[in-house]
């Protein structure tokens, strides 16, 4: 009798192994398309065998663990691609309205510079003509205002830019809580010997979440089996249970990224942090304030030389000395090594009258007098800058930047994504769910509860037959 109480046993345990199993593999199917769900799976091992008489005779099966499927290599070169393709996508908008705004089309600055030399020279055939003495300072006007357009696109750009680094700063925090909790839940769970697979699969995701937007590194602590987080420079978001917090401050229009960590605070820049902040912070701190000086330097050049020849003629009025544009404002008293800033934001025209043109090189010679339109129309011809472009070749190199950054990028952000998503396949290959799989399995547990059934029904059998004697 009592090895048919040992069989009946194992009967149960069988029916209870094959029950938790489906259950692994129904929550498996349920999950198939929960984004970082690892595959789990039963490990079942038998109870220990008794010593009946002169054999050892097993006491069933038990499920000692329920496991994840899971790679830390794949895992962790998914977070380092990941950082790389936060980097580059965060990039792709920026861009694109930059080139935007210095598109190759009829109407840009290089268009307004052409205009506006193209009427010089004509008011050089006919230099008491008001109508082209108006029309010159039209084109004048015309292009400051181009160049005044321009900054202000740049600086809206860079405000758009300054919006989006706000706006994620809540999220990231929240996430960086999480983990935080995550750690802690893990750490308390794991302590009994169990795994915490579904804590493990929502920080892991939450990691390389934080990886595409700041870069975030992460390490594992082996005795307690918490995750450091930390930026790329080594500054930490989450060490243990302890979650650090980002905050954005606004001065004026300067927006800076702070990291208050342990009672220290620490301004953030691109060269401590990665992923879309990084990919913005260089955009707004280095690539725009290049094309800013760039266009600033085009101004300055424009007015200054254009200034200082139009100074020495005189107008219809006799009066020499003027200038046509009013002077950067870095002109005055003494101009310093950066006199170009701001000169782009505020070029505009000085002279109002047509007659105050200086088409004339001498005042006494008479209203027919073109010499100095005629110097005046030859100014865009000469390489004035840096020495060797003409202002419109100069702005066609600052175009060209702008279009080739904006193709590099494209470039390099589908090949980062490209490298991201063979990652993502290796993982899922590794350690997601496949529904042809579960379905085997499915079917496997199935037979193994209904033949557990039968072995129990067969053990009961017995047993009423063993009583059904001794009555």
Excluded: C
Excluded at 293 to 322: M, P
Excluded at 423 to 434: C, H, I, K, P, Q
Aim: no cysteine; proline share 3%.
């Amino acid at each position: 009798m009592a090895g048919l109480f040992s069989a009946l046993n194992a009967a149960r345990t069988s029916l209870e192994v094959n029950q938790k199993s489906l259950e692994i593999v129904g929550n498996n199917i349920s999950n198939v398309n929960t984004e970082g769900y690892s595959r789990q799976r039963s490990e079942l091992s038998p109870y220990p065998s008794m010593n009946f008489g002169d054999f050892f005779i097993g006491q069933g099966v038990k499920v000692t663990n329920v496991k994840r499927d899971h790679d830390v290599f794949i895992q962790n070169q998914l977070v380092d691609k990941s950082s790389d393709f936060g980097f580059e996508d965060a990039q792709t908008r920026p861009l694109s309205e930059l080139e935007r705004i210095f598109a190759i089309t009829e109407e840009n600055i290089a268009t307004d510079v052409d205009r506006f030399f193209d009427s010089v020279q004509e008011l050089s055939a006919s230099p008491s003509d008001l109508v082209l003495r108006d029309q010159v300072i039209q084109r004048g006007a015309l292009l400051s205002t181009n160049f005044n357009n321009t900054i202000n696109d740049l600086d809206t750009v860079t405000d758009n830019i300054n919006d989006t680094l706000i706006s994620k700063i809540e999220d990231i925090n929240s996430k960086i809580t999480e983990i935080a909790d995550l750690n802690d839940r893990i750490h308390l769970i794991e302590i009994s010997g169990q795994d915490a697979n579904t804590a493990r699969d929502r920080r892991e995701l939450l990691a390389k979440e934080l990886a595409v937007t700041v870069g975030a590194q992460t390490y594992y602590d082996s005795n307690n089996g918490m995750m450091t987080v930390q930026l790329p420079a080594g500054l930490p978001l989450v060490q243990g249970n302890s979650a650090m917090s980002l905050e954005a401050v606004t001065t004026g229009a300067q927006l800076e990224i702070q990291l208050h960590a342990g009672g220290v605070t620490r301004t953030l820049n691109e060269r401590n942090i990665g992923g879309e902040f990084k990919g913005l912070t260089n955009l707004r701190d280095t690539f725009i304030p290049a094309l800013k000086e760039d266009l600033d330097k085009l101004s300055y050049e424009i007015t200054t030389r254009f200034n200082t020849q139009h100074a020495a003629g005189a107008g219809l009025d006799g009066v020499g000395g003027r200038n046509f544009f009013n002077d950067p404002p870095n002109m005055v008293p003494v101009p310093p090594a950066n006199a170009w800033d701001d000169a782009a934001r505020t070029m505009s025209v000085a002279i109002t009258l047509s007659e105050q043109i200086a088409a004339a090189e001498d005042p006494y010679v008479g209203p027919g007098d073109n010499r100095n339109a005629l110097l005046l129309s030859n100014l865009d011809e000469q390489p004035f800058m840096n020495g060797v472009d003409t202002f419109n070749s100069f702005y066609g190199k600052l175009t060209a930047r702008v279009g080739l950054a904006t193709s590099q990028n494209e470039l390099s952000r589908q090949g980062a994504e490209d490298a991201v998503v063979q990652l993502e396949n290796m993982r899922d290959s590794l350690a997601g769910v496949s529904l042809e799989e579960e379905m085997i399995d499915l079917i496997t547990y199935q037979r193994g509860f209904e033949s557990s059934a039968k072995f129990l029904s067969t053990v009961d059998e017995m047993m009423n037959s063993l009583l059904s004697i001794k009555r």
